[in-house]
């Protein structure tokens, strides 16, 4: 009997997945537990390993394709199939396969025909190819469809205040998907806001068709989309990948979410710069990995996160909810993009401790060899586009955290010190905050603590 191949579900919050690269090709022997596919999710990368052994005999899902999870993406038989099945035909089943999602909310009872029979029951019917289609008028309504979503769209939703009800699904049987929302949300106010056409009631028995009712007259007009912008030259066309979408789509939601400001502090590195230039080549030795300046930075966040512990928060309706454990996202720039391994409850570790689990999520991050549970829970997150020359920017919050350190590039600089010019290693640093729960004097005052730690740096390293 073949062994279906699921798309797994890597968390809570994970609602979808894209197949990236199919490891082997319809025909081949796989072995279980080798991998056999690789996804993209909104969290993290991963190889996906093979639940049994035999023969990849149907590939439903191809590359660069997102379903839900627990949905079949392949089939494994024991024994090579006599005509392999083209992937074009396996296609139509990939959706079939689908378990009903638990979280499918009921739509309203049918209400009886003056037949007798249920005049709600062919409201929204399911095609052979999977396809949902609309039976009568009533159906296409929101408020007589089902609305079938993930704990990730209801979670957008109630962030933002959506009725789902007014948002149209474009997956299987008007399932609403987060580029769905996210599409809702995009969308001009006159444009979410409008409401349909309001239709006359059906004609008496005998009588001629009526016609739609008109809009108002006192109804503005809706907005004209301008003409497309036509460019001349030569072009190429390249889809984004599924971790470039995923990045837009958060980094979209951020700015829509949280009111950022942003602050810019000058630090002096002397202290910091000459424990790392004396005591380099020994913590290598003794702890065979680099001393970096990151572990630095990580400190003196997390001194200044016990002081004002605002910044290990998240927002929750009107409520805001209070982080213990101070976990710190790391940003890695990867060639595809960017991810953010966390350093758990780095308040509880030591130079060392911070130092060795830095490089490890590093390291561990640009191989894709990252665990789920390693880009999760994060409370604060630091990023370093100092390493490529810049001095200073304003990142965007890391949704839900309420706040974001930019390190800038560290470089020697003339400043005045005891009213003469010397030369000094600076930094600039930038802390993008929520504007929402903290106000601009505590967002100085923490990074006051910040640069005080680092300026009096006495914490040895080895």
């Known amino acids: 009997m073949p062994t279906n191949v699921i798309m797994p579900q890597m968390g809570e919050s994970i609602a979808e997945g894209t197949v990236t690269k199919w490891l082997k090709k319809l025909g081949e022997r796989v072995e279980r537990d080798e991998p056999l596919f690789e996804i993209s999710t909104d969290k993290v990368d991963a190889e996906i390993p093979s639940p049994a052994a035999g023969i990849l005999s149907k590939i439903l899902v191809t590359e660069n394709q997102t379903v839900e999870v627990n949905a079949v993406v392949a089939e494994i038989d024991g024994e090579r199939p006599s005509t392999p099945m083209p992937a074009a035909d396996t296609m139509q089943q990939a959706t079939s396969v689908r378990p009903a999602s638990p979280e499918t909310i009921a739509a309203p009872a049918p209400v009886s025909g003056s037949d007798g029979s249920d005049a709600g029951a062919s409201a929204i019917a399911l095609s052979p190819t999977g396809a949902a289609s609309v039976a009568d008028s009533a159906a296409a309504s929101p408020l007589a469809r089902t609305i079938r979503s993930s704990p990730l769209v209801r979670r957008l939703a109630k962030e933002n205040h959506v009725d789902l009800s007014l948002v149209q699904g474009t997956g299987l049987g008007g399932r609403i998907s987060k580029k769905d929302i996210l599409a809702y949300l995009a969308a001009p106010p006159a444009a979410v806001g409008a409401q349909a056409p309001v239709m006359a009631p059906p004609p008496a028995a005998g009588s001629l068709p009526a016609s739609p009712v008109p809009v108002p007259a006192g109804a503005p007009a809706p907005p004209v989309a301008p003409p497309p912008m036509v460019f001349a030259g030569a072009t190429q066309v390249v889809p984004m990948t599924p971790m470039r979408k995923q990045i837009a789509e958060r980094m979209v939601l ?172 600076m930094v600039y640093v930038a802390l993008s905050f929520d504007h929402r729960v903290i106000d601009g004097a505590v967002a100085d005052q923490f990074m006051a603590k910040i640069k005080t730690v680092l300026e009096n740096w006495s914490e040895p390293v080895l």
């Open 254 to 425: 951020s700015r829509r979410t949280s009111a950022h400001v942003t602050t810019v502090f000058e630090v002096e590195m002397t202290r910091v710069f000459d424990a790392r230039a004396q005591q380099a080549a020994e913590f290598e030795r003794r702890n065979g990995i680099k001393l970096t300046f990151t572990p630095f930075f990580v400190r003196a966040s997390v001194e200044a996160i016990k002081q004002y512990p605002i910044f290990n928060a998240s927002v929750e309706g009107d409520n805001i909810l209070y982080k213990r454990d101070v976990n710190i996202g790391i940003a890695v720039a990867l060639e595809t993009g960017l991810i953010v391994p966390v350093v758990k409850q780095a308040d509880e570790k030591n130079f060392l401790g911070l130092a060795r689990a830095v490089t490890d999520l590093a390291e561990r991050a640009r191989s894709r060899r990252l665990n789920f549970d390693e880009v999760q829970g994060g409370t604060f997150t630091i990023t370093n586009p100092g390493v490529f020359g810049s001095l200073f920017g304003t990142p965007i919050i890391n949704q839900p955290q309420v706040a974001i350190l930019g390190v800038g590039v560290i470089e020697k600089r003339a400043v005045i010190r005891n009213d003469a010019i010397a030369i000094r290693p």
